[in-house]
């Protein structure tokens, strides 16, 4: 994980305390006045900063109404400038003695921070600025705590996230890439509604952990005194309604993995899952590019973006390579026609780390691929022709049963989504259950767990399925060039502090 800043804590928490006595005393004085700050339940607004300044021709000398935080205070005997931040942005105000009367010296009172209501009149200062010449302000709510410039100015990204509230106000990029990450989920939305899919919902708490290999949280039904899992992955049940017919389904939500965490993974996450019938690998391949294109419009971005100072070109089609050739191509291992035992050999020489799992090609192939390959894919590409072992619920390939119709997408070095044609074969699958199983067994605490209700569902039928699961995160990151996945959500998993 990147280097983070750190702060003295008790000092910030200090300071914090001496400044919050001298509001609270300044609450205790308006109270005693009959003013409560707290009391109003409403504020009618004209307009937000931005409208004012994308209309400024139009607005000058007419009266308008704001409402924001005070960011900035800058007293100047009689007249003073201040700053507001709202929903959208800032604007400056002009506040005078002669407009305001006795609502002026309360105005000098007012704190960093207080949540104001302004009137007043739009123009533009002899320095250009666009500003609001006020006639009447109101104190909405009184900040009883100093914004971040006041100490240290909120940098510390532990602080960062554990009081994301306060970084939204110190920092509107933050909020940009809240607002961006917005703009991706409904761009995403749009396309699969416009191509048929159905949103549906699934169940969070299940009684089989399925769908992935990862191992779960665990937790306890009282009344039914029934260990139930968070969801790892919704897969079995989207699959399950397009054996009752709905045809095109997809979910968009969290996900849950009792796993390890840096900066490519939190334990809560979001994913999308569709599910599309009489449709292939290939097929998902095509309208992951035309969901990335949307998203890619919805923020505004061409086709080539920058992460982290790496240049990526978006052009589509995308590159499409097969696993083998992938390990060919960039770890220079070709296991065509190699004895397990020599090809366990070659892939060690090069620095690949086997366990007993790796007891077969397929894993050796796939450990390579993982340890070697995937932090090379830069540029967006396709892998295709996963080996079976690492892909129970993807169909075998019909010349070559040992790998299966699957691919996962990568993007500077990270996996991006995960698609098969779907095993729709429940003798296959109940097979694959079993070797699953055994793993788990054998201590595979991320071994999948049988689900004999989805093998019944099998049973009844399921067409020939395309499905593809998306990180939402890890796609946000990459459009808002954000180095850690706790950027890009808003109140990532954090250790309490003692």
Same mark, same amino acid.
């Given at each position: 994980?990147?280097?983070?800043?750190? +702060?003295? +804590?008790?000092?910030?928490?200090?300071?914090?305390?001496?400044?919050?006595?001298? &509001? +609270?005393?300044?609450?205790?004085?308006?109270?005693?006045?009959?003013?409560?700050?707290?009391?109003?339940?409403?504020?009618?607004?004209?307009?937000? @900063?931005?409208?004012?300044?994308?209309?400024?021709?139009?607005?000058?000398?007419?009266?308008?109404?704001?409402?924001? &935080?005070?960011?900035?205070?800058?007293?100047?005997?009689?007249?003073?400038?201040?700053?507001?931040?709202?929903?959208?942005?800032?604007?400056?105000?002009?506040?005078? =003695?002669?407009?305001?009367?006795?609502?002026?010296?309360?105005?000098?009172?007012?704190?960093?921070?207080?949540?104001?209501?302004?009137?007043?009149?739009?123009?533009?200062?002899?320095?250009?600025?666009?500003?609001?010449? $006020?006639?009447?302000?109101?104190?909405?709510?009184?900040?009883?705590?100093?914004?971040?410039?006041?100490?240290?100015?909120?940098?510390?990204?532990?602080?960062?996230?554990?009081?994301?509230? $306060?970084?939204?106000?110190?920092?509107?990029?933050? &909020?940009?890439?809240?607002?961006?990450?917005?703009?991706?989920?409904?761009?995403?939305?749009?396309?699969?509604?416009?191509?048929?899919?159905?949103?549906?919902?699934?169940?969070?708490?299940?009684?089989?952990?399925?769908?992935?290999?990862?191992?779960?949280?665990?937790?306890?039904?009282?009344?039914?005194?029934?260990?139930?899992?968070?969801?790892?992955?919704?897969?079995?049940?989207?699959? &399950?309604?397009?054996?009752?017919?709905?045809?095109?389904?997809?979910?968009?939500?969290?996900?849950?993995?009792?796993?390890?965490?840096?900066?490519?993974?939190?334990?809560?996450?979001?994913?999308?899952?569709?599910?599309?019938?009489?449709?292939?690998?290939?097929?998902?391949?095509?309208?992951?590019?035309?969901?990335?294109?949307? =998203?890619?419009?919805?923020?505004?971005?061409?086709?080539?973006? +920058?992460?982290?100072?790496?240049?990526?070109?978006?052009?589509?089609?995308?590159?499409?390579?097969?696993?083998?050739?992938?390990?060919?191509?960039?770890?220079?291992?070709?296991?065509?026609?190699? @004895?397990?035992?020599?090809?366990?050999?070659?892939?060690?020489?090069?620095?690949?780390?086997?366990?007993?799992?790796?007891?077969?090609?397929?894993? $050796?192939?796939?450990?390579?691929?993982?340890?070697? $390959?995937?932090?090379?894919?830069?540029?967006?590409?396709?892998?295709?022709?996963?080996?079976?072992? =690492?892909?129970?619920?993807?169909?075998?390939?019909?010349?070559?049963?040992?790998?299966?119709?699957?691919?996962?997408?990568?993007?500077?070095?990270?996996?991006?989504?995960?698609?098969?044609?779907?095993?729709?074969?429940?003798?296959?699958?109940?097979?694959?259950?079993?070797?699953?199983?055994?793993?788990?067994?054998?201590?595979?605490?991320?071994?999948?767990?049988?689900?004999?209700?989805?093998?019944?569902?099998?049973?009844?039928?399921?067409?020939?399925?395309?499905?593809?699961?998306?990180?939402?995160?890890?796609?946000?990151?990459?459009?808002?060039?954000?180095?850690?996945?706790?950027?890009?959500?808003?109140?990532?998993?954090?250790?309490?502090?003692?």
């Amino acid at each position: 994980m990147a280097e983070e800043k750190t +702060v003295n +804590v008790e000092a910030v928490e200090e300071s914090e305390d001496e400044m919050r006595a001298v &509001r +609270v005393a300044k609450l205790d004085e308006l109270v005693a006045r009959g003013e409560n700050p707290y009391e109003e339940t409403r504020f009618i607004r004209s307009h937000f @900063s931005t409208d004012i300044k994308s209309n400024v021709e139009s607005l000058s000398g007419k009266k308008v109404s704001i409402a924001g &935080r005070l960011m900035s205070k800058r007293i100047m005997g009689k007249a003073s400038f201040a700053h507001v931040l709202d929903g959208e942005g800032q604007i400056q105000l002009y506040l005078k =003695v002669d407009a305001l009367g006795d609502k002026y010296a309360d105005f000098k009172k007012y704190d960093i921070g207080d949540i104001v209501g302004v009137e007043g009149e739009v123009f533009v200062t002899h320095k250009g600025e666009v500003s609001v010449a $006020v006639t009447n302000i109101k104190l909405l709510s009184k900040a009883l705590l100093p914004l971040p410039e006041k100490w240290h100015g909120l940098k510390d990204n532990d602080l960062r996230y554990r009081r994301r509230y $306060v970084d939204l106000i110190a920092n509107p990029e933050v &909020r940009d890439t809240f607002k961006k990450r917005a703009k991706i989920i409904s761009a995403i939305r749009n396309v699969l509604d416009g191509e048929g899919f159905i949103e549906v919902e699934t169940p969070i708490l299940n009684t089989i952990a399925g769908g992935a290999s990862a191992r779960p949280f665990v937790t306890h039904h009282n009344t039914l005194n029934l260990d139930m899992y968070m969801r790892i992955a919704p897969e079995l049940y989207l699959k &399950r309604l397009v054996v009752g017919g709905m045809e095109k389904v997809y979910e968009l939500g969290r996900m849950f993995r009792n796993e390890g965490m840096d900066v490519k993974h939190n334990p809560e996450f979001t994913m999308m899952e569709l599910y599309s019938a009489y449709c292939d690998y290939n097929d998902m391949m095509d309208i992951t590019e035309r969901i990335y294109a949307a =998203v890619l419009k919805a923020v505004d971005a061409g086709d080539k973006i +920058v992460y982290q100072g790496t240049e990526i070109d978006m052009t589509f089609p995308w590159k499409r390579i097969t696993m083998k050739d992938a390990v060919k191509e960039y770890a220079g291992l070709d296991f065509d026609g190699m @004895s397990l035992e020599k090809a366990k050999k070659a892939a060690k020489e090069k620095g690949v780390e086997l366990d007993d799992k790796a007891d077969c090609m397929g894993r $050796v192939l796939y450990e390579t691929f993982d340890q070697l $390959v995937e932090k090379q894919l830069i540029q967006p590409t396709f892998v295709t022709e996963y080996p079976i072992e =690492v892909s129970p619920l993807a169909k075998r390939e019909k010349d070559n049963p040992d790998m299966t119709y699957r691919f996962e997408l990568f993007m500077n070095g990270m996996e991006m989504g995960n698609a098969y044609s779907e095993l729709n074969d429940p003798i296959d699958q109940k097979g694959r259950f079993g070797a699953q199983a055994q793993l788990k067994a054998k201590g595979d605490d991320e071994a999948q767990d049988a689900d004999d209700d989805f093998v019944t569902a099998l049973e009844y039928g399921l067409p020939p399925t395309g499905g593809l699961g998306l990180g939402i995160d890890r796609m946000v990151m990459l459009l808002t060039d954000s180095s850690s996945i706790r950027d890009v959500l808003l109140f990532p998993t954090m250790k309490p502090r003692k």
